[in-house]
């Protein structure tokens, strides 16, 4: 079986260390994601921060939805997208 290579990289070194460590209210670019059920918008510093966002978002909104912490990150990591603070 081939499993073709397809262009998901996870380890992209894009992490800003200066902004990290200095000021976390004001990252140079974010990471975007909109709820796949009502389409709220959610920006995070990374991935991480961004899945707790939607955790939470889950249980205030759709407390009904099962939240499947595994599959949401991988489609947080599929989906989200970076955004400039401009
Ligand atoms: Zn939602």
């Not at 510093?45 to 595994?70: K, P, Q």
């Amino acid at each position: 079986m081939i499993v073709a290579e397809v262009g998901i990289d996870t380890n992209r070194g894009v992490t800003s260390c200066a902004a990290a460590t200095a000021g976390r209210d004001r990252a140079v670019t974010m990471r975007v994601f909109e709820c796949n059920l009502c389409g709220e918008p959610f920006g995070a510093a990374n991935d991480d921060e961004l899945l707790r966002r939607v955790r939470g978002h889950f249980e205030a909104e759709h407390a009904d939805v099962e939240f499947d912490e595994a599959s949401e990150r991988e489609t947080i990591a599929r989906e989200a997208y970076d955004a400039s603070d401009n």
